[in-house]
């Protein structure tokens, strides 16, 4: 029998979906025609199969256009479809049980059968299923995102940002032109031939938003008669040559986008600037007008709801189009600042060339209380990435954040994060003779684990912990390997396929040995609780001789209750995020090995790169409330640190010292880190210059990333009392915003006790 | 001889200490008593003990273990005879809820000077630097003398905060190895500046005088404006009009600010300011345009 239960919630959904527009029953039949399809192309090779699922969802699964809309394309989802990631539909052709048993409970009772029968052919075919079925086994693994585990798995691919800049200079009668060439030469490749279905299935798609906008035509205002007429016209056009305009090349890049499922969308601005640029040189398009259709961007973005993602790029080394690709900055810094929308993620990317201007509109922006842009240096992440990544410098120009912060190769590789690990759970389990105290499973995964006694030295005991680790590491790569495995023996990801390197000149699906850069990334857990948790045995146990690793470890089992001294002496050694040696260095030490071991795993299990992602979503509150009670001092069931950032309150000697600890880290290791700061308007804003100053010698020191929220001391208190009152408060999360009053209590929590400088 | 130093705080990325991001060095021991001080803690040399009542598990650990029964656990409350507290440290050791805590530390000037290089490239990039202050920095002479001249050849910007209640000597001596003097000035009529805080006038005076004979450019003066006792038309003309004829160019006002009061009760004493409202610094604004009506530049910290 499997260990899991197929109806596990997948996904952080912290934002609400809009509801699909369809009646029940014409969602029902969608399902019904999407599960013949693949029922009967199961004998089919995988692209004839994905294609022809397809063509069932598409143009159908689109929404019409919205009044508000200055270009066209909204998508709904239904539990049974194709996608990419669980945060749109599901991965591969998949089912998600949870939300397809919710959606049977609104049927009439003689419909729901039909339901069943579908409920019973996914669980032998939805992808992600298949993943679990074989490697959720025992007690040491778990799907997403079940807390109780110290390791969990999933198969997606997530963070896919495309080459659009092909897409948009061949258009798509240069892309099917392409594709018939390679056709030619090999008339049996079914990549191909599905490769040029999918430009049909594009332009399917945009002949029935066109008609949508001219029905809408009828009885509109005369503005938005022109709107609609201009939104038809461009429908049309991309359908017949590469974009001319900044609209066309937008609608063009725009509809490819939700028809591949990504939900992350790169550098932007040296995609569409040139457009741009031109356009408004020629009087085409007005400044205003420019800043409307981004504005619109920003919307239609906002409305895919994807919580952790929604990356939209501009700055940084490597663009083709500097000059116009500042042009599309400049006003998407405007719109981010007007907005404060939760997403898009936006995201620049600074290095030394980076003008005051655009500093100051990025401290703007930050300073209004968009939580945009995330800061990303490239003077250290472009060489990191470069070393990470196994790429050169050139290639490794072409970094993007998606998600939280990992990074992909825009178009040239997959970076999809596939596993979790829980550093913490796994030290409470190791100091635990192997049985996680928080519901007395043996989680040792066949590590050899000394009773407490043994322990003669700190090195000793820390490398017990290494040895432990070591053997969830190997778990961890070759999950994610396998995840791959899975998904290519489904699916051919055949819109992101046609827009990755190398896939169309070797015939292949991305994941089939298509893509140039096949990467991963791990994401990290409590990493600073541990080393925090290390440093306190460290100086307690092995150096004052203060206290036993017993007597540590029964404090712990008794969540401290009777030991408010021995916890006090935990809480007062010294803390990651203080710009001390003694914990700093442990943390870095801690880092080193994890990051290391995760990456060379990855060289050798056959991938390009394998890399530590040290970011969370809300996770480390949820994976926290699962974690018995560590050395560091915390209590049973409290969130882990966020990020790679400090134990909410334990840094106490202001920024410089807690970016001093953040920059301690050599970015080389990980593909990216999510480095969380919280000022009150009153410091960040009134003074500009310090504030400059300190990001800039943070940066200047080897800082690789920075996100920033300002928020008034007793805001968010208040805002737990009266949340009617601020329903626009965003905040940053670690790796995502929210508007506060939405998020849950227990993750209100966490981020209050965050330190806010003031 | 290995200089050491007592300080009862070292804060960093201070920005209201002198210009840029700094680093703050608060050295315990202050000869002066204003009743509003928001450092109450920094007075006694030696430092003294403070409690927490708010942390307090009311466990009466801290009785068991004092020495001289400075501590006393009666009724269940904790009562702290300071007069006979010799600051061994015993009960703040064995407090499980962080509730006692003996603020001032003893520190080698050059671990010091090794924490105040942390932020050197912060301070480089803002043009801020450190700032020794207190307590009253000049209270000890020899060791502030040693950090300044580390500082100087670190290359680090260095400014003092001062009473300027010290003989002249340790002034002098201080002087090519400070880049600036903020020097407090809490009151311009002498007789209510020695009733009030216990300082002498005419050291004061005479030593802003003689300071600014040769270093006016690098004084800027610091008036902290209390309510009841200087926030007063008269008192900022006087100051204006003294620091012109100084030729003295720089003045921050300090708006009175309650932060400080809860710490009396922590140190078992009445605040006299208890019950004063802080200072809206739009209240100072009309006493700021005067002066720089006169040519000076004065900024509402």
Known sequence: MAKFNVETVQNVEQSKKIPCCKPILEQLEIMEAYTDAHRRFSNSTRERREVE???????????????????????????????????????????????????????????????????????DNDVKTQFNRDMIVD??????????????????????????????????????????????????????????????????????????????MEGASTERKRQLASMADSLESIRKRAPETFVEALQLFWLYALLAGVINYGRLDDLLGPYLAADLKSGRLTESEAYDYIKSLWTMIENRRTTVNGRVIVGGKGRKHPEEADVFMHLALKVCKDCRYVEPQFT????????????????????????????????????????????????AEWYVPFGCTEFVIQGQSTGTPNICINLLKLLTIYMNDGIDPIDGLKKDAGAVIKPLEEYGSFEDFYNGYKALLDIYLDKSAQAQYYSYEVMNRNVSFLFNSLLTDDCIERGKALLDGGVRYLGGTCEIYGSINTSDSLEAIRELVFQKRKYSLRQIHDAMLADFKGYDLLRRD???????????????????????????????????????????????NQLNTEWGNATAASPDGRLSGMYLN?????????????????????????????????????????????????????????????????????VNRG???????????????????????????????????????????D | MTETVKVFDIER?????????????????????????????????????????????????????????????????????????TLCGACVENCPGAALKIQAKRMKCRDVIDILLRDKDYYEHS???????????????????????????????????????????????????????????????????????????????????????????????????????????????KAFAFAVENGIKGLDLLPYHTLGTGKYKQLGRECLYARTEPLDRSELELYAGIGNSMGLDISIL
């Not at chain 1, 050694?573 to 795993?601: H, I, M, Q």
């Not at chain 1, 056959?606 to 890399?611: P, R």
């Not at chain 1, 737990?720 to 915003?737: A, N, Q, W």
């Not at chain 2, 927490?52 to 004092?66: D, F, I, Q, T």
Request: with cysteine; aromatic share 10%; hydrophobic share 40%.
């Open chain 1, 53 to 123: 699922c397809l063509k069932v969802l598409y143009p159908r699964m689109f929404r019409p256009i919205e009044p508000q809309d200055l270009f066209a394309g909204r998508l709904d989802f239904l539990p049974i479809g194709f996608g990419c990631v669980t945060s749109v539909g599901g991965v591969g052709h998949y089912c998600v049980f949870r939300k397809l048993r919710q959606f049977q409970e609104q049927l009439p009772d003689e419909l729901k059968p039909r339901v069943d029968t579908l409920y019973d052919y996914w669980l």
């Open chain 1, 139 to 216: 007690d040491t693994m778990g799907m997403f995102i079940d807390t109780a585990f110290p390791l969990i798995a999933t198969a997606r691919l997530s963070g896919m940002m495309l080459d659009y800049p092909k897409l948009v200079e061949n258009g798509v009668p240069g892309m099917r032109r392409i594709l018939e060439e390679h056709i030619a030469a090999s008339p049996d490749n079914d990549f191909y031939k599905a490769g040029l279905e999918c430009m049909d299935i594009l332009c399917h798609s945009a002949e029935a938003l066109r008609k949508d906008a001219l029905n809408q």
């Open chain 1, 348 to 395: 620049l990317r600074i290095d030394r060339t980076t003008t005051d201007r655009t500093w100051n509109e990025a401290l703007d922006a930050l300073g209004a209380g968009a939580t945009y842009p995330t800061l990303y240096n490239d003077e250290v992440e472009v060489p990191a990435v470069a070393y990470g990544m196994r790429v050169d410098g050139k290639t």
């Open chain 1, 570 to 616: 935990c809480l007062a050694c010294d803390k990651y995020g203080n710009d001390l040696d003694t914990a700093d260095s442990l943390a870095n030490d801690l880092y080193e090995f994890y990051a290391t071991g995760v990456r060379d795993r990855g060289i050798k299990v056959g991938m390009q790169y394998f890399l530590v992602v040290i970011s969370n």
């Open chain 1, 642 to 710: 966020p990020a790679n950032n400090p134990q909410g309150g334990a840094n106490v000697s202001g920024p410089t010292a807690m970016l001093n600890s953040l920059a301690r880290f050599d970015a080389k290791y990980h593909a990216g880190s999510v480095q969380n700061i919280k000022f009150s308007p009153a410091l960040f804003n009134g003074n500009r210059e310090i504030i400059k100053a300190l990001f800039k010698t943070y940066f200047d020191r080897g800082g690789c990333h920075l996100m920033v929220t300002t």
């Open chain 1, 715 to 757: 805001e968010l208190e208040d805002a737990m009392v009266h949340p009617e009152k601020y329903p626009d408060l965003i905040v940053r999360v670690s790796g995502f915003s929210a508007v506060f009053v939405e998020l849950p209590r227990n993750v209100q929590e966490e981020l209050l006790s965050r330190v806010l400088y």
């Open chain 2, 13 to 85: 990325f201070a920005i209201k200490d002198g210009p840029g991001i700094r680093t703050v060095v608060f050295m315990q021991g202050c000869p002066l008593h204003c009743p509003w001080c928001s450092n109450p803690e920094s007075a006694a040399v030696d430092g003294v003990l403070r409690y927490y009542e708010a942390k307090c598990l009311h466990c009466g650990a801290c009785a068991a273990v004092c020495p001289e029964s400075a501590v006393k656990f009666e009724d269940g409350l904790v009562r702290i005879d300071r007069s006979v507290c």
């Open chain 2, 127 to 237: 043009g801020g630097g450190v700032t020794f202050s207190g307590g009253e920095a000049l209270a000890q002479p020899d060791a502030l003398l040693a950090m300044l001249k580390m500082c100087r050849d670190e290359g680090l910007h260095t400014a003092v905060e001062t009473t300027a209640n010290a003989p002249y000597d340790v002034l002098s001596a201080i002087e090519p190895y400070t880049d600036l003097f903020l020097i407090d000035l809490k009151h311009t009529d002498g007789g209510k500046l020695h009733e009030v805080t216990g300082a002498n006038p005419e050291l004061v005076f005479g030593n802003i005088r003689s300071l600014a004979s040769t270093a006016a450019r690098k004084i800027r003066l610091r008036m902290p404006c209390i309510p009841g006792f200087n926030v007063e038309r008269e008192h900022f003309e």
